[in-house]
Structure formats: C-alpha cells, structure tokens
C-alpha cells in the first residue's frame, strides 16, 4: 500500500522559512515524481512545485520561483519543500502527491498524480 506522509507544517511569521518533508511508503519503483500541492480556502489547489526523482529535474509555479527550493533523498524515500521568504498569501494546506509516470511538462495538473498525503498546514501571519 502506498502512503504518503507530510510533516513539517505550522505557524511562521512573514519572512520567515519552513521546511516540508514528504516521506513515501511501499512504492516499489526508483522512477516517479513528487509534486508539492496546495489549497487555500474558497481556492483551488495550486501546484507548487515538483521534482522527478531519478534525476532530480525540478518545476515551479511562478508564485514560488526563487523563494522556494524542492529536493529529495532518495535513501530515505523523502523530498522537502524548502519554503523562504515566505508570505501571508502562502497560507494554505500543503499536499504532497505522486505520479508514477514522472515529471512532465504539464506537471501543475492535479490530475496526473496518483497518491495524496494528507496534508499539512502551514500558516504565514504576525
């Protein structure tokens, strides 16, 4: 059974860094990608970043570029999201997702990824 476990979410004021970690269980293959998601309330989920594991090629939504940084260990099974100068409107719950296809060029879509964490909160407010 594949899971997918977050941890790393909380409370942070603005300008200030969190790191995410998303640790993935019983996926017996070398080649996928993860993908960091997230849902602010009344909004729709918003692909974040994502990165293919055998090659470590990584993507990023624009909102994120340049402040956020996503990598993986590939001995623990475990990719962070790397989030700085973070910002109010980073609020959100942050999902991190699987597609054992890899990472494409339409790695944003939701719909690629067959398994889901369930989430971490991560909220930016002084």
């Known amino acids: 059974q594949v899971q997918l476990q977050e941890s790393g979410g909380g409370l942070v004021q603005p300008g200030g860094s969190l790191r995410l970690s998303c640790a993935v269980f019983g996926f017996t293959s070398d080649y996928y990608s993860i993908g960091w998601f997230r849902q602010a309330p009344g909004k729709e989920r918003e692909g974040v970043s994502c990165?293919?594991?055998?090659?470590?090629?990584?993507g990023y939504g624009d909102s994120v570029k340049g402040r956020f940084t996503i990598s993986r260990d590939n001995a623990k099974n475990t990719v962070y999201l790397q989030m700085n100068s973070l910002k109010p409107e980073d609020t959100a719950v942050y999902f991190c997702?699987?597609?054992?296809w890899g990472m494409g060029n339409h790695w944003s879509e939701a719909a690629l990824y067959e398994y889901w964490g369930q989430g971490t909160q991560v909220t930016v407010s002084s």
């Open positions: 997702a699987l597609d054992s």
């Open positions: 990165i293919n594991v055998s090659d470590g090629r990584t």
